[in-house]
């Protein structure tokens, strides 16, 4: 069965550190693209970070560009996040996606078909 | 960064209705559109990708349509297990972008 399944969430004050976890299994890890989605308490999805299958790319949202490092282990099927100079706002339920891809007559498409159940993140003194 | 629409916010119907949600995109992304169901305190789930193409095991009675800057998500006749909060998403470049999410509830 196909599963991502986050840990490493917790409590940590503001300026601290943490280091968020995806182990995956079920499928064949290294043949995909993967992000990590958030969720602020009552609010909608924010895109944070996505890494290509290779791990030799890598993106960011601007609202953690140098503070959080996207990374991932393909032998270990493991996707990494660390967020480093947390601030409140950066509390939420983080989710890892898999990005699957599908070739189109002439274009690309890409879409997040599996995600995990999250880990939740609460930066507070 | 490619900013998304949605509209309505929120909206409130009855089992058996037809429902129609709007996305729109800030620039053309093609077909590059996705929709996703979320409950409460659960995750995403993919319901429709590249705009108009249903992901396996997800009900006949979601639809998408749409191309370019404007998409719609359609859901034939309300289940009970419909009512939830509905997402689009924009993979046409990153970074990603989210809809501010409709919540779909019972009227």
């Known amino acids: 069965e196909v599963h991502l399944l986050e840990s490493g969430g917790g409590l940590v004050q503001p300026g601290g550190s943490l280091r968020l976890s995806c182990a995956a299994s079920g499928f064949t890890f290294d043949s995909y693209a993967m992000s990590w989605v958030r969720q602020a308490p009552g609010k909608g999805l924010e895109w944070v970070s996505g890494?290509?299958?290779?791990?030799?790319?890598?993106y960011y949202a601007d609202s953690v560009k140098g503070r959080f490092s996207i990374s991932r282990d393909n032998s270990k099927n493991t996707l990494y996040l660390q967020m480093n100079s947390l601030r409140a706002e950066d509390t939420a339920v983080y989710y890892c996606?898999?990005?699957?891809?599908?070739?189109?007559?002439?274009?690309?498409?890409?879409?997040?078909?599996?995600w995990g159940r999250g880990t939740l993140v609460t930066v507070s003194s | 960064d490619i900013q998304m629409t949605q509209s309505p916010s929120s909206l409130s119907a009855s089992v058996g209705d037809r429902v129609t949600i709007t996305c729109r995109a800030s620039q053309s992304i093609s077909s590059n559109l996705n929709w996703y169901q979320q409950n409460p305190g659960k995750a995403p789930k993919l319901l429709i990708y590249?705009?108009?193409t249903l992901q396996s095991g997800v009900p006949s009675r979601f639809s998408g349509s749409g191309s370019g800057t404007d998409f719609t998500l359609a859901i034939s006749s309300l289940q009970p297990e419909d009512f939830a909060t509905y997402y689009c998403?924009?993979?046409?470049?990153?970074?990603?972008?989210f809809g501010q999410g409709t919540k779909v509830e019972i009227e």
């Open positions: 590249a705009a108009s």
């Open positions: 890494i290509r299958a290779s791990g030799g790319t890598t």
């Open positions: 998403q924009q993979s046409h470049s990153t970074p990603r972008t």
């Open positions: 996606a898999k990005e699957a891809t599908i070739f189109g007559v002439v274009t690309q498409y890409w879409y997040f078909d599996l």
